[in-house]
């Protein structure tokens, strides 16, 4: 069940104090405080906390209604405040209200249902505005986790563009190391198609307009170069002494990342 909702009632007058008393008697959605000055209105909204309506009457001794009004929207301004007064022509009170700080004027003596009404109408807007700022909380939370992933994000992708542009470096660097290397390196991949080759490479095995790189092995290398490669299946490091292109080369194979079966290098390294 909801808590009850708070109303001080300010009044110099105790008759009127227990005249809006009665007036709320049979209401358990209100729970009605009083308070006989502006001060002690004041010291009870210090102590009672959420206070959502304050009634005020206009004509009181040492500090007016709304004296009193104003202080309290300099302090609660998400307060209703709601003047008593008797005198409807009070500049005073048709200024406060063009300010903002007074919600309604209410001329007495009042109509209890017409009050009644008027309070409930007031603590409704109330209660619409607090969803709407509360919702609107919500968007700018919404809107700024949004805003922090965007910006995780474009962290991540400089990230990720500056690590793809090391390692096309990298490769790159890597290629040309095997380029100036005075052996001949090819990559091939478990399905025994050629994926890399350094330029000596392309060089003893010119296949094709675009080089041995796409093609299967078996149509690339010679008989002797490919049993060699089979021997892979049955021993760690095959190697043999072939003869190219009317040189004699040491042929060795490896396997790369051998518990995965991720492709082998072959490598032949000119004989003096």
């Excluded at 700080?101 to 001329?107: A, L, R």
């Excluded at 190219?244 to 995965?260: I, K």
């Amino acid at each position: 069940m909801d808590e009850p909702i708070k109303i001080l009632c300010v009044d110099d007058e105790r008759n009127v104090l227990k005249a809006l008393r009665r007036l709320f008697m049979d209401e358990d959605d209100y729970d009605i405080l009083v308070a006989e000055s502006g001060a002690e209105g004041l010291k009870t909204l210090e102590e009672e906390g959420d206070v959502r309506l304050v009634i005020s009457d206009y004509r009181m001794p040492e500090m007016t209604g709304v004296e009193f009004l104003s202080k309290v929207y300099e302090k609660w301004p998400e307060t209703i405040r709601i003047v008593l007064s008797g005198y409807a022509d009070t500049a005073s009170v048709v200024e406060a209200i063009n300010l903002g700080q007074i919600y309604k004027f209410i001329p007495k003596p009042w109509n209890d249902e017409e009050l009644k009404t008027a309070i409930s109408t007031a603590l409704q807007h109330q209660d619409l505005q607090r969803q709407n700022n509360r919702l609107n909380d919500e968007l700018q939370n919404k809107n700024q986790q949004l805003q922090d992933i965007n910006e995780k994000l474009e962290q991540l992708v400089e990230q990720r563009t500056e690590a793809l542009e090391i390692r096309n470096r990298v490769l790159q660097i890597a290629q040309g190391i095997l380029d100036v290397l005075p052996v001949v390196v090819f990559g091939i991949d478990p399905e025994d198609m050629i994926v890399h080759c350094n330029e000596y490479a392309r060089e003893l095995f010119p296949f094709g307009g675009l080089g041995p790189l796409g093609h299967d092995r078996l149509d690339v290398f010679s008989p002797e170069i490919n049993a060699l490669i089979d021997r892979l299946e049955q021993e760690r490091l095959p190697t043999a002494t072939l003869e190219v292109q009317n040189r004699s080369y040491r042929a060795e194979v490896r396997r790369l990342h051998e518990s995965l079966s991720q492709g082998m290098v072959l490598v032949l390294i000119p004989e003096s």
